[in-house]
């Protein structure tokens, strides 16, 4: 099984729609191995966004991230990383699909209410990042022959 991180940025938070998001994955067939809301800091920040802090809206992206705590999710799933990539839909709200995360939920670039890892070194650094090593948590899944044919799962994890 494929692990992600997902946050649920402020914009979600202040118009409460966590409940809304986190059904929409579980519904998908993602499990939620580790969940916690915190309030992100400038060191956390500065880390997780390191390839935009030249960037001229970096400050204000910053602002943005810290107006309320964000929710960290670490999903489980076969082929995690895409499924949540695609549920998300493209970085820029106004461009991405109806039915997607962002598509209906965001018309921004910037402020575009949730962050999904986009590659397996990334998704394992931005958990580690987020999560201590007991907050993250491996039990049984009973339903998996009703989620993945059982050749897509390895039934031994």
């Known amino acids: 099984m494929e692990r992600t991180l997902v946050l649920l940025k402020p914009g979600i938070i202040q118009r409460n729609l966590m409940g809304e998001i986190i ?3 579980e519904r998908r067939g993602l499990r939620i191995v580790g969940m916690k809301m915190m309030q992100l800091t400038d060191e956390i920040l500065n880390e997780h966004y390191s390839h935009l802090v030249e960037k001229p809206f970096f400050q204000s992206l910053k602002d943005s991230m810290t107006a309320t705590p964000v929710v960290a999710l670490c999903l489980e799933g076969v082929d995690a990383i ?3 990539r695609m549920m998300a839909g493209t970085t820029n709200g106004r461009n991405a699909a109806p039915g997607t995360i962002r598509g209906d939920y965001c018309v921004s670039n910037q402020q ?3 962050h999904a890892s986009d590659g397996p070194h990334t998704a394992f650094d931005e958990i580690r990042r987020f999560f201590k090593s007991d907050e993250v948590f491996d039990f ?3 339903n998996l022959d ?3 044919a059982p050749d897509e799962y390895n039934r031994d994890e």
């Open 140 to 142: 049984g899944m009973t």
């Open 82 to 84: 895409r499924v949540v």
């Open 23 to 25: 059904t929409r994955f």
């Open 112 to 114: 575009n209410v949730v």
């Open 146 to 148: 009703r989620l993945y």
